[in-house]
T-cell receptor
Framework: ETGVTQTPRHLVMGMTNKKSLKCEQH?????MYWYKQSAKKPLELMFV???????ENNSVPSRFSPECPNSSHLFLHLHTLQPEDSALYLC???????????????FGPGTRLTVT | AQTVTQSQPEMSVQEAETVTLSCTYD???????LFWYKQPPSRQMILVIR??????QNATENRFSVNFQKAAKSFSLKISDSQLGDTAMYFC??????????????FGPGTRLSVLP
């Protein structure tokens, strides 16, 4: 596997379900991100982890719970979601340290989430 | 706070022709980075091209080039000899190079480009 992978690619869940999204990066990066992509809206940064430590939480509702056990893996635990949470959830990673010459983020294919 | 605007929600171009996607941004910073990302249908987003604000020379990457106008805060993407595989959503992004860098990415709403045969 190369790059950034995400599973599952598609997920349909009821509002009372609990599910988890998984992301894995094979690029040796130290920072990982969760984004929400909704139709006709800019990408929304949800969570940032740098060296496994959460450094940003952009006022995301508590029904979304991230977990970063190490620099290569990132999870997003979902519970009691609402229909408006239906979106494409993208994971990304980057080499985020002082002195790095390249800042770009590398994205996974996303998980298409539908909440019924 | 920085904002990124892409005024063209959708565009189309005939195969082999040239198309320009517009992007404007608002910032008070003098040093920053700009990016164009491409998201093909049902495939992952990839970096197309990037530009450092301190460089006056416009970045180019094969058929992709940018027109960076710093004073006007404009960063358009030109695709020459359009190919069917260029059909995708294109996102313009701004980054302030302040550590931690990843938190300082701001994306525009995207332009959906269709290349017609």
């Amino acid at each position: 596997e190369t790059g950034v992978t995400q599973t599952p690619r598609h997920l349909v869940m009821g509002m009372t379900n609990k599910k988890s999204l998984k992301c894995e990066q094979h690029l040796g990066h130290n920072a990982m991100y969760w984004y929400k992509q909704s139709a006709k809206k800019p990408l929304e940064l949800m969570f940032v982890y740098n060296f496994k430590e959460q450094t940003e939480n952009n006022s995301v509702p508590s029904r979304f719970s991230p977990e970063c056990p190490n620099s290569s893996h990132l999870f997003l635990h979902l519970h009691t979601l609402q229909p408006e949470d239906s979106a494409l959830y993208l994971c990304a990673s980057s080499q985020d340290r002082i002195g790095v010459s390249s800042y770009e983020q590398y994205f996974g294919p996303g998980t298409r989430l539908t909440v019924t | 706070a920085q904002t990124v605007t892409q005024s063209q929600p959708e565009m189309s171009v005939q195969e082999a022709e040239t198309v320009t996607l517009s992007c404007t941004y608002d910032t008070s910073e003098s040093n920053y980075y700009l990016f164009w990302y491409k998201q093909p249908p049902s495939r992952q987003m990839i970096l197309v091209i990037r530009q450092e604000a301190y460089k006056q020379q416009n970045a180019t990457e094969n058929r992709f080039s940018v027109n960076f106008q710093k004073a006007a805060k404009s960063f358009s993407l030109k695709i020459s000899d359009s190919q069917l595989g260029d059909t995708a959503m294109y996102f313009c992004a701004f980054m302030k190079p302040q550590f931690p860098y990843g938190q300082n990415f701001v994306f525009g709403p995207g332009t959906r480009l269709s290349v017609l045969p």
